[in-house]
């Protein structure tokens, strides 16, 4: 008998293991696939590898005014997707390692909820029944694959197989234009590739602040990706060689790839909570903020039952069903979680955008420091973006902050933490920052909301 049981190993699953043995519980940690969940293996971590790779060989394109000459770049497709590939192997190597030195069992094997505190697991070697006193779901997210599209060809595919192919498209059309969408079109582009985005609502990143959506577009056109918004995919056809997109316009885009990321579906399917009377919402599971179901002893955490899907999310709520599991009270209410695009220039965004804000506030106040009046950002010619902080006009109550530029998901941590622990933008003024660097416009924006901006003119 397992004290803790956690189905999934993802950035929150093998996070909420590690915790729990932590705790003192005997715990296992059920994966059907491999060690790291999709954010590992088919998410986050190779496409931040890949992003960093073409904003480098973009940026050796544009040296000139530097004063460097490099002549002309090429791309190794094989060593650069063997690199993102490498790069997940060793991460996933860590994990391992990690749940061992833990004591934590890894068992592989496909779940299921099979009565009261047993789990039914299917392996390689046939059926295998684990029992624990405390069970947490952490079966991630997939992503949704359209019916309307020919998946039986090979002309298309998910962010499961962009980040595990091994070959580089010669052209891509990406289907949703969402943040998944603009990063992989950031790669692409930026090696060179020709690329086309369709979104079906009127601008990119829509759930988002309208600033950022006009940051990526711009950032995107530079790159000579073609944007078509407010349009949909009504059909595709895939030959041997390209697929041919009809478009709600009227128009054909053809590529020799289609990318999907049309958003991800969470894994609640076939875990056996239904039968165990366990509540779910359009297939996310409901949860507490001590991440409980209504059924006692089950947890979940993470894409599985949260709208949001971000991994750092999953992992702190690996933290609290796990203290929880493990006989360790705690509580997260998840209002405040920062937000990263990974696109050139980088977003981070944290609470309401400012459109939300007005919605929602009366006294709403908007101050902005660009980066063309930032000397570390001159230094690095690297000006486009800024912060954007939105607050309470005479309580200086943070509700929301936009950061767009280098560092930027660096740079919004310091925000998060502030409204976290409900510090003002008066605060933030008074607290000396370090120069030069990207994250003084934090404070430059921060005396801009007191009226006594330095460096800019209101």
Same mark, same amino acid.
């Given at each position: 008998m397992y004290d803790v049981a956690v189905i999934g190993s993802g950035p929150g699953g093998y996070v909420a293991a590690l915790r729990a043995a932590m705790r003192g519980a005997k715990t296992c940690c059920i994966e059907k696939d491999k060690l790291g969940g999709a954010c590992l293996n088919v998410g986050c971590i190779p496409t931040k590898a890949m992003l960093y790779a073409s904003s480098i060989y973009w940026r050796l394109h544009h040296l000139d005014k530097l004063g460097i000459s490099v002549g002309k770049p090429q791309i190794d497709a094989g060593v650069f997707l063997n690199r993102s590939a490498a790069v997940v192997k060793g991460l996933r190597d860590g994990v391992a390692f990690l749940l061992k030195k833990r004591n934590v069992d890894v068992v592989t094997g496909r779940a299921k909820l099979a009565g009261n505190k047993k789990i039914s697991v299917e392996t390689s070697n046939g059926t295998d029944e684990i029992e624990a006193r405390n069970i947490i779901v952490a079966t991630g997210s997939r992503p949704i694959r359209p019916d309307f599209l020919p998946w039986e060809s090979e002309r298309l595919m998910t962010t499961d197989e962009a980040t595990t192919a091994d070959a580089l498209p010669r052209s891509v059309l990406i289907l949703g234009g969402g943040v998944i969408g603009c990063e992989f &079109? &950031?790669?692409?582009?930026?090696?060179? %590739? *020709?690329? /086309?985005?369709?979104?079906?609502?009127?601008?990119?990143?829509?759930?988002?602040?309208?600033?950022?959506?006009?940051? %990526?577009? $711009?950032?995107?056109?530079?790159?000579?990706?073609?944007?078509?918004?407010?349009?949909?995919?009504?059909?595709?056809?895939?030959?041997?060689?390209?697929?041919?997109?009809?478009?709600?316009?009227?128009? /054909?885009?053809? $590529?020799?790839?289609?990318?999907? $990321?049309?958003?991800?579906?969470?894994?609640?399917?076939?875990?056996?909570?239904?039968?165990?009377?366990?509540?779910?919402?359009?297939?996310?599971?409901?949860?507490?903020?001590?991440?409980?179901?209504?059924?006692?002893?089950?947890? $979940?955490?993470g894409d599985v039952a949260e709208l949001r899907q971000y991994a750092h999310l999953a992992s702190r709520m690996g933290i609290i069903a796990a203290d929880n599991a493990a006989g360790h009270p705690a509580s997260d209410d998840r209002t405040i979680v920062p937000i990263g695009v990974y696109t050139h220039p980088e977003i981070g965004c944290v609470g309401l955008s400012e459109e939300q804000a007005r919605e929602k506030h009366k006294n709403v106040h908007v101050v902005r420091f660009n980066y063309s009046a930032s000397g570390m950002a001159r230094a690095c010619d690297q000006t486009a973006g800024g912060v954007k902080l939105i607050a309470d006009r005479e309580l200086g109550a943070?509700?929301? &902050?936009?950061?767009?530029? *280098?560092?930027?998901?660096?740079?919004?941590?310091?925000?998060?933490? &502030?409204?976290?622990?409900?510090?003002?933008?008066?605060?933030?003024?008074?607290?000396?920052? *370090?120069? *030069?660097?990207?994250?003084?416009?934090?404070h430059e924006a921060a005396e801009g909301w007191m009226g006594l901006p330095l460096h800019t003119i209101i």
């Open positions: &079109a &950031a790669i692409y582009s930026e090696l060179g %590739i *020709p690329t /086309t985005i369709v979104e079906m609502l009127e601008r990119l990143v829509p759930t988002l602040d309208k600033e950022i959506s006009k940051a %990526i577009t $711009a950032a995107l056109q530079q790159r000579n990706v073609t944007i078509i918004t407010g349009t949909r995919i009504e059909s595709v056809a895939a030959g041997q060689r390209s697929v041919t997109a009809k478009v709600s316009n009227g128009n /054909t885009v053809e $590529a020799e790839k289609l990318l999907v $990321a049309a958003g991800r579906k969470a894994n609640s399917e076939n875990l056996g909570l239904e039968e165990l009377g366990v509540q779910l919402e359009n297939g996310v599971i409901k949860v507490d903020d001590r991440c409980r179901t209504n059924v006692e002893g089950i947890y $979940a955490i943070i509700y929301g &902050a936009v950061v767009i530029g *280098p560092h930027a998901t660096d740079v919004i941590q310091e925000i998060t933490l &502030a409204m976290r622990n409900e510090l003002t933008v008066e605060e933030i003024a008074h607290t000396i920052h *370090p120069h *030069p660097t990207f994250v003084e416009a934090v």
